[in-house]
């Protein structure tokens, strides 16, 4: 198994998900403004749901995924959460995913969490290739992904399903050799 690292940026802890933050993910993943783009999932209705989320990341069956909490320096608050899914070793690619507090919208702290991420990403995990499927939508996170160099490949039609509808998404990568 590997052993994801804490990170630290100028304003965040990137600390990895732990059985203390189930309050955090369920009063985050309910929350239907965190929720809007999340179209892979339904908003947590439980706190047991929750529970089964950070079970899933704090005692994994494989290491293809991981997720980190962004804890705010400046109040020791969790704000949000990024990490990688679908490690690919053998072809050295992962998506990411990634989720933040609209009280922390629109001050840079996403940029500034990926930016780590995906650093440690291509030096620690060796990884050549990230993808990230946004709905197209979402003009926020496809901006900010665009900004870290991120190129779009093209619209997955009808990629997920949710509340009875459809839904496409853009996918994007970023090659080790195309990263800051």
Not at 55 to 66: A, E, G, L, R, S
Not at 67 to 92: E, M, Y
Not at 143 to 167: A, M, P, S, T, W
């Amino acid at each position: 198994m590997h052993a994801f690292a804490p990170l630290e940026t100028p304003r965040l802890h990137l600390r990895p998900l732990a059985q203390a933050d189930v309050d955090f993910v369920f009063r985050h993943f309910s929350d239907p403004a965190v929720n809007r783009y999340l179209l892979d999932q339904a908003p947590l209705a439980s706190r047991e749901e929750a529970q089964g989320i950070v079970d899933f990341f704090v005692q994994p069956t494989d290491d293809t995924y991981t997720r980190w909490v962004l804890v705010s320096k400046a109040d020791g608050q969790p704000i949000g959460t990024c990490g990688f899914h679908k490690w690919d070793q053998r072809n050295r690619r992962a998506e990411i995913g990634y989720d933040l507090a609209p009280t922390a919208w629109g001050q840079g702290y996403m940029g500034e969490a990926l930016k780590t991420m995906l650093s440690y990403g291509f030096t620690d995990m060796v990884l050549n290739r990230v993808e990230a499927l946004v709905y197209p939508e979402n003009t926020a996170s496809v901006k900010l992904l665009e900004k870290l160099n991120f190129q779009r490949e093209g619209i997955l039609r009808d990629y997920f399903y949710h509340e009875g509808h459809f839904y496409d998404h853009w996918l994007l990568s970023l090659l080790k050799s195309q990263g800051d």
